[in-house]
C-alpha cells in the first residue's frame, strides 16, 4: 500500500510538471514603465527662540487619498508662513503641527470629534462639513471666531456667500476650507448613439442653464435610451448609492423649504414638495425603468464603475468626482482626456420646464477650532495661512472642489484649470444644508420615503404620510409640517 | 471534668468555625472572577444603560449635565410604526438561522463528522471553521461579491450556463443570503460542542447496539441524541442570546435594507439610533431605550430557558455514574 502511495504521488508530480511545461507562455518582450510611489515623511524644521515656546497643535482632516488630502497637507504646508507671521510679530511661540488624516465615513467622523471631546482630547483644528456645526456650536464643541476673524487679512478674501454656512445664530464658527458643485453629468457617447447631434450635445448645458431642457426632459430621453437599447434598462439616470446632502436639492427644486422664516429651533417639511420628489423616483424606478430599484444600496465602487466604463447616460455626482475618475478609475485610459471627450456637465436641470429654475448644492467643509484648544489663536493663524490662492488652488485642481476665494477668479493657475473654470458658473444656482441639530434625524426620515418609492415598497403618497408620522415621533415640536 | 468538656466544646466548634470560613472564603474566592466580570461586564453597563435611557443625551448635548425625560424615549420606541417589523425581523432572524444552521446544522455537522474517517472528520470540520476565523469585513465582502449585481456577481456566472437569469441575488434575496452569512459562522460553534459530546459517548453503547442490529439512524436517534441532550439545550439558549444582540453582519451586507427596514433588526437599531447616521445627529438617549429592551427580552429569554430546560438538572451531582 506504502509502495503504492509513492507511485501515485510521482505520477501526480510528473503530471502536474507536464502541464506545467505545457502552459508557459511563449516568451515575449515587452516594455512596460514602471510608476513607483514612495511615502516620504514630512519633516517640519522649527526653530524655536531662546525662551520661546514650542506649541503642538493637531489637526483632524476627512480626506479620500490621494486627490484631497491637501485638507491636512496644506495645513502642514502654511506652518513656516506661520512661524514667520509669528517672528516678525515679535511673538517667541512657534508651531509644530501633527496631522490626522484617513477617508472615514462621516458618521464615525463626527462621533469620533465627539468622543474625543468628551473625553477632553480633541484635536485643536477640525475640518468637517459644515452642517455639524448644528451639533457642535450648541455642544460647545468649537469655539465661536467671530469676534476673531478680523484679526487675520487672509479671511477677507474668502467668497462672501460662504461665510453663510459657516453661521449659526448668527455666529461664525468657522473659515471654508473647500467648496464644490454637484452637476448633472450626461455621457455624450450615448446620446450620439441616441442620434443626438454633436450642436445638440454641445448646447445641452446652456438649454439646461435657460430652462429649456428640464428634468423631465431628461427623464423622456433617458426612458427613450432604454427603449431603444442604448442603454440597460435601469442605466438611464443614477443618483448617488446612499443617503448624502444631494437628496435635499431634489427637494429644493420642487419648491420646499427647511429653514423656518422666523429661524424657530425647528426644521420645515413641505409635503407638497416631499410628495413630488417621491412621485419623481417612483417613477423613474417603478414606471419608466430608468433608475435601478436597487441604486440604493450603497456600492460607490459600482456606482464609479458603471459610469466611468460609459454604460450610465445621466447621473448626478459632485465636482470632486471628477478628479476621483480621472485618477482613481480612468488612469489606464487617458484620465481627464476621456473624461473631456466623453462626459459634459450643467447644473441640476429645473424640475418643470418653464416653471423652475436649475439647482445644485454646494457642501463646504470648513476649519473648525476646538473649544478645548489652548492656542486658538494659533490655530486661527494656522488657517488664514493656508487660506491662500497658492495653496488652495493646488488643493482644488488635484481634487476637482471649487475654490474659497475671490482672488482665484484671477490667479493664473487656477483660471486655467479648465475644469476647475467652466464648473464655477454652477455656483450661481447653489443650495446648502441647514446647520442645524435636527438636520440629520430630518434627512434621515426624508431618505426613509426615497429608500421605500425606489424599493416600490410603498406608493409616494403611503411614503409621504409614513415619513411625515417618524419626523413627527422623532422630531416633535422641533418639525414644522406644512 | 466538666470545664475540660466545655474547653473541648469551645476548641472543637473554634475548628469548626476555622473550616467554616475556610470553605466560605473558598467558595466567594472561586466565585469572585466570574463575579467581578459580571458585575463589571453586565450589571453596572445595563445600569448606565437604563440611565442614558431615561435622559435625551444627544450630540448637540454631550457636554451638558444629563437632562432627563423618564420614559419619553420608550414612548417614542414604541409610537414608532416600524417597531412591530423590527420586532418580527429580529425573531426571524433568531429562530431561522438558529433553526437551520447554529442548531442544526451543526448537528448534522458534527454527526457526519465523527461517522466518517477521523481524520476526514477533522478536516471537514477545519473547514467550516474558517469563516468563523475570516476578518468579518472581509467575510461580507466575499458575500457581496458572490451575491453581486448584474454583470458581476459569481452566483451569475455559475448559474449563467444553466440558463438562470443573471439579477442582483442579495436585493432579490436579502434574508437567504443575512441568513446564510450568519448561519456559515455560527453553525461551527455547535458543530465543536456536539463533536467533543459525541466523541465522548462511551462506545460501548453504540457497539452494543450495533451487535443488536441497530441501523446507524436508530443508533443516532435512540443512543447519541438522548445522551446529547444537554449540549444541544446550552447551544440553543447560547446561540439565541448571541443572535439577539448580533448585528455586525446584516451592518456590513443590508444594512438592514434593502428598502424599509427589510433586514433591520433588534439590535441593528439600536446601533444606528445611538452610533451610526448618515450626518453623525447620534442619539444615544434613545438608543439606549432600544438597547435596554433588547437586554429585557435576553433576561426573559434566559428565564425561560433556564425553567423550560431545567438546567438546575444539569449542574447536579449525576444519579448514576456511567463507569
Given amino acids: 500500500m506504502r509502495k503504492h502511495g509513492v507511485w501515485i504521488a510521482l505520477t501526480i508530480v510528473a503530471m502536474m510538471s507536464l502541464m506545467l511545461v505545457n502552459c508557459k507562455p511563449q516568451t515575449v518582450t515587452v516594455e512596460v514603465e514602471r510608476t513607483v510611489e514612495v511615502t516620504v515623511p514630512v519633516v517640519q524644521t522649527v526653530e524655536v527662540p531662546v525662551g520661546g515656546e514650542l506649541v503642538h497643535l493637531v489637526a483632524r482632516c476627512k480626506a479620500a487619498p490621494p486627490h484631497e488630502e491637501g485638507r491636512c497637507n496644506n495645513l502642514l504646508a502654511a506652518v513656516g508662513a506661520a512661524n514667520a507671521a509669528l517672528a516678525e510679530m515679535g511673538d517667541d511661540r512657534r508651531i509644530e503641527l501633527e496631522i490626522i488624516q484617513d477617508n472615514a465615513d462621516w458618521g464615525d467622523y463626527k462621533t469620533e470629534f465627539e468622543l474625543a471631546s468628551d473625553a477632553g482630547e480633541a484635536p485643536d483644528i477640525i475640518c468637517s462639513g459644515h452642517e455639524h456645526i448644528g451639533d457642535w456650536a450648541p455642544a460647545g464643541y468649537i469655539l465661536d471666531i467671530t469676534d476673531m476673524i478680523d484679526d487675520y487679512p487672509e479671511f477677507s478674501d474668502i467668497i462672501d456667500s460662504l461665510w453663510e454656512s459657516t453661521k449659526w445664530n448668527g455666529r461664525i464658527w468657522g473659515i471654508p476650507q473647500d467648496a464644490e458643485a454637484r452637476p448633472f453629468y450626461f455621457n455624450k457617447t450615448l446620446l450620439r448613439q441616441l442620434g443626438w447631434s454633436d450642436e445638440e450635445i454641445e448646447s445641452l448645458p446652456d438649454r439646461v442653464t435657460s430652462g429649456e431642457f428640464a428634468w423631465e426632459d431628461m427623464f423622456d430621453v433617458a426612458e427613450e435610451a432604454v427603449n431603444a437599447g442604448v442603454v440597460q434598462p435601469g442605466y438611464g439616470w443614477w443618483h448617488r448609492p446612499k443617503n448624502g446632502p444631494d437628496f435635499l436639492y431634489y427637494y429644493y427644486a420642487a419648491g420646499g423649504e427647511i429653514i423656518p422664516e422666523g429661524g424657530e429651533d425647528a426644521l420645515v417639511f413641505d409635503r407638497d414638495a416631499a410628495l413630488i420628489v417621491y412621485q419623481l423616483l417612483y417613477e423613474a424606478t417603478q414606471e419608466r425603468n430608468i433608475l435601478l430599484t436597487t441604486r440604493l444600496d450603497g456600492d460607490w465602487t459600482g456606482w464609479h464603475t458603471g459610469i466611468t466604463n460609459g454604460e450610465v447616460l445621466f447621473w448626478f455626482g459632485g465636482s470632486w468626482n471628477w478628479a476621483e475618475w480621472a485618477v482613481n478609475y480612468l488612469a489606464d485610459r487617458g484620465g481627464e482626456a476621456w473624461l473631456w471627450e466623453n462626459v459634459g456637465f450643467a447644473p441640476i436641470p429645473a424640475l418643470r420646464r418653464g416653471k423652475n429654475v436649475p439647482i445644485t448644492l454646494t457642501h463646504p467643509l470648513l476649519y473648525m477650532i476646538s473649544s478645548q484648544s489652548e492656542h486658538p489663536d494659533l490655530a486661527l493663524l494656522l488657517i488664514s495661512k493656508a487660506t491662500t490662492p497658492q495653496l488652495n488652488t493646488d488643493y482644488a485642481v488635484a481634487s476637482g472642489h471649487l475654490g474659497i476665494l475671490k482672488s482665484q477668479a484671477d490667479y493664473t493657475p487656477y483660471t486655467s484649470a479648465k475644469f476647475l473654470s467652466r464648473v464655477l458658473p454652477l455656483l450661481e444656482y447653489t443650495t446648502f444644508l441647514p446647520n442645524s441639530p435636527y438636520w440629520s434625524t430630518w434627512s434621515e426620515a426624508y431618505y426613509l420615503g426615497i429608500q421605500s418609492v425606489e424599493s416600490g415598497q410603498l406608493t409616494p403618497e403611503e411614503a409621504l404620510e409614513v415619513v411625515v408620522e417618524q419626523l413627527q415621533n422623532e422630531l416633535g415640536e422641533h418639525v414644522i409640517v406644512r | ?323
Fill in chain 2, 1 to 323: 471534668m466538666s470545664i475540660a468538656v466545655a474547653g473541648d466544646t469551645t476548641a472543637a466548634r473554634r475548628k469548626w468555625d476555622w473550616a467554616r470560613v475556610r470553605a466560605t472564603l473558598g467558595a466567594w474566592g472561586f466565585l469572585a472572577p466570574a463575579a467581578i466580570l459580571v458585575t463589571v461586564f453586565f450589571f453596572i453597563p445595563v445600569i448606565i444603560l437604563f440611565v442614558i435611557s431615561l435622559t435625551d443625551l444627544s450630540s448637540s448635548n454631550f457636554s451638558e449635565p444629563l437632562h432627563f425625560v423618564w420614559i419619553e424615549n420608550y414612548a417614542r420606541l414604541f409610537r414608532d410604526r416600524f417597531f412591530p417589523k423590527i420586532l418580527l425581523n429580529t425573531v426571524r432572524y433568531v429562530i431561522l438561522t438558529l433553526g437551520f444552521f447554529n442548531v442544526g446544522m451543526a448537528l448534522v455537522l458534527a454527526l457526519l463528522t465523527t461517522h466518517i474517517n477521523r481524520r476526514a472528520g477533522f478536516f471537514f470540520r477545519m473547514i467550516w471553521l474558517l469563516p468563523r476565523i475570516t476578518p468579518s469585513v472581509v467575510y461580507i465582502l466575499m458575500w457581496r461579491r458572490i451575491a453581486h449585481q448584474p454583470p458581476f456577481g459569481i452566483l451569475n456566472q455559475l448559474l449563467a450556463p444553466f440558463g438562470v437569469e443573471p439579477r442582483y441575488w442579495l436585493f432579490e434575496q436579502p434574508w437567504l443570503f443575512v441568513i446564510l452569512v450568519n448561519g456559515f459562522v455560527g453553525a461551527s460553534f455547535g458543530m465543536i460542542i456536539f463533536t467533543s459530546a459525541i466523541e465522548s459517548i462511551p462506545r460501548d453503547y453504540i457497539m452494543a447496539a450495533k451487535v443488536d442490529g441497530a441501523s446507524t439512524w436508530q443508533v443516532i436517534r435512540d443512543i447519541i441524541l438522548p445522551l446529547i441532550r444537554w449540549p444541544l439545550l446550552f447551544v440553543t439558549t447560547y446561540q439565541s442570546l448571541s443572535l439577539l444582540t448580533s448585528f455586525e453582519y446584516i451592518l456590513l451586507l443590508t444594512e438592514g435594507g434593502p428598502g424599509l427596514y427589510t433586514t433591520e433588526v433588534w439590535a441593528l437599531t439600536a446601533y444606528k439610533r445611538a452610533l451610526k447616521t448618515y450626518f453623525g445627529h447620534n442619539q444615544w438617549g434613545y438608543g439606549a431605550a432600544w438597547g435596554f429592551i433588547l437586554v429585557l427580552i435576553g433576561l426573559i429569554l434566559s428565564i425561560i430557558y433556564l425553567r423550560v430546560f431545567r438546567f438546575n438538572e444539569l449542574v447536579e451531582e449525576p444519579k448514576i455514574d456511567v463507569l
